[in-house]
């Protein structure tokens, strides 16, 4: 998956606004900077409205063309909300040739048919047997909040709504045996404890590969125990449907959920049953009926996962949990290197806890084509770990061709070492419209006030600010010193030139 153009006429502040993506890049990434209000969060918004609308066969408000590569095709589709006819408002095309509003919609969305068939349209070669789907398989987003962006995580709603109505009803995406997630996905901190989970659940040379990252860079040795705390559902869900399937051991809960959490039941030791009160407000505190879950050791947890086939199986089987309003809390008990105390996993920053989030995201999901949309995801990180954050994207996740990242940032340490096809920098034209470019030059083998004072970041110096007033200062004062002056003035210029100096000296300035 990977865009080449997308063009918006009239999101919010972007008007008649156009992003280009180089096709030959080979970087995965690419990190959109600027100043505030340039239109970078409103971009990645409206990616997510333009796939929402294509995916359950809905229209935008807003006229889009995007032009975009998915399974070795390429995609390029027009919609106009103003065009009177109906089948006429979008337009659609695979690789250059015009389809029509049903072919693309049999293929792709909600309602897209799942079988393999023969190729013998000028469309596709004769021998290819893979699933049509013009759409990538999903969408994620991610904000440095983790949930507190109310108005980016809303556009996820109906996708939220319509897996869970799923899994409440027992059935798995699309009838197929197992579980999946949403085609829209927005991680919240809940994700960071399945993602660290999922990273300890395997053993084999690519998991210890995490595992080493985890140990060296995030300080977690090892996986003690854990404890999974499985309630009621919450006042105003949805009960679960009455069915001949349905498990009371797990307050009627049926298909693949019922069947993870009567798994994780009959591997956890000792099961508990007891009240827990659930905090909805201030005046608010029903008590719902808990079952305690305990695993004591990291044997259990990789038991557990055993019956799925890989660490993004296993976090979506964790999810639908979630999904389900069954799930309470999970307590995780770490081991730190060289101390022989516990460590809870909420005891980790919120920044170690966001890292977890991407990088299991990106690394479950790298054999998939999907589409990664990060809004300021280092905001929380300390600058060694924004130093080296697309490194780690790569090195753990992995630079898979499949999908794409597209990133805002407003960090020179996230750029440095990037190619200028990698760096989009958002701006205001001389008439107030918003434009993308890319920077004049790489950012390879530059120091940190290069890029700072480049055009990428705009910066006239990385002096603080008084400081700065002063070497400007000076400069002014011998500008004066050329023009004709009193003898008392010269005195005066010269006296408060000399002071500068001498400031400035003990800086090496």
């Not at 993870?260 to 009926?289: C, H, Q, V, W």
């Not at 110096?461 to 000076?474: A, C, G, I, Q, S």
């Amino acid at each position: 998956m990977k865009i080449h153009y997308t063009y918006i006429r009239g999101y919010k502040n972007l008007k008649d606004f156009r992003i280009d993506f180089n096709a030959e890049n080979r970087d995965i990434s690419t990190v959109l900077v600027g100043q505030n209000a340039t239109g970078k969060s409103n971009f990645l918004e409206a990616l997510v409205h333009i796939f929402r609308s294509l995916y359950l066969y809905e229209k935008t408000d807003f006229f889009y063309e995007i032009e975009y590569e998915c399974r070795n095709k390429t995609v390029k589709i027009i919609s106009n909300p103003d065009v009177k006819k109906q089948n006429n408002r979008t337009l659609y095309w695979v690789n250059n040739l015009s389809v029509t509003k049903k072919h693309f919609e049999e293929h792709s969305g909600k309602n897209r048919k799942f079988k393999n068939e023969a190729r013998t349209n000028i469309l596709f070669s004769d021998n290819e047997q893979e699933i049509l789907n013009y759409l990538p398989d999903h969408i994620f987003a991610y904000y440095s909040g983790l949930g507190n962006n109310n108005r980016l995580e809303g556009m996820f709603d109906r996708f939220q709504e319509l897996f869970r109505n799923d899994l409440l009803d027992g059935k798995s995406a699309n009838d197929n045996p197992e579980i999946s997630l949403p085609f829209l996905f927005f991680a919240k901190l809940i994700h960071s404890y399945f993602a660290l989970l999922s990273f300890f659940a395997y053993e084999n040379e690519d998991a210890n590969k995490a595992k080493t990252f985890l140990k060296d860079t995030i300080k977690i040795q090892e996986l003690d125990s854990l404890l999974f705390v499985i309630r009621q559902k919450l006042k105003g869900s949805p009960n679960f449907p009455e069915h001949t399937e349905a498990n009371p051991k797990f307050w009627n809960a049926r298909g693949e959920v019922a069947k993870f959490l009567d798994r994780l039941y009959d591997i956890s030791l000792a099961p508990m049953r007891g009240d827990i009160k659930i905090r909805l407000g201030e005046f608010d505190n029903p008590t719902k009926k808990a079952l305690y879950l305990y695993l004591p050791n990291i044997k259990d947890l990789e038991n557990l996962a055993s019956s799925y086939k890989d660490e993004a199986d296993f976090f979506k089987y964790l999810n639908s949990m979630y999904m389900s309003d069954l799930l309470h809390e999970i307590q995780v008990f770490l081991k730190k290197p060289d101390s022989d105390d516990d460590l809870s996993f909420k005891d980790l920053s919120e920044g170690e806890q966001q890292l977890l989030v991407v990088l299991g995201l990106l690394r479950f999901f790298r054999q998939k084509e999907c589409l990664f949309l990060l809004d300021e995801p280092d905001t929380h990180l300390n600058p060694m770990w924004k130093y080296h954050y697309l490194y780690y994207l790569r090195e753990i996740a992995g630079q898979s061709l499949k999908s794409q990242i597209l990133m805002t940032s407003h960090e020179a340490l996230v750029v440095n070492g990037l190619k200028k096809e990698s760096i989009k920098i958002f701006k205001r034209d001389s008439k107030g419209e918003i434009i993308t470019q890319s920077p004049e030059k790489d950012m390879i083998g530059l120091g940190m006030e290069e890029i700072l004072t480049s055009d990428t970041f705009g910066l006239t110096t990385t002096l603080d600010r008084e400081t700065y007033k002063k070497v400007l200062r000076k400069r002014e004062i011998y500008a004066d010193l050329r023009k004709q002056l009193s003898d008392e003035e010269r005195k005066e210029l010269q006296k408060e030139v000399r002071e500068i100096e001498d400031y400035l000296e003990q800086f090496g300035l």
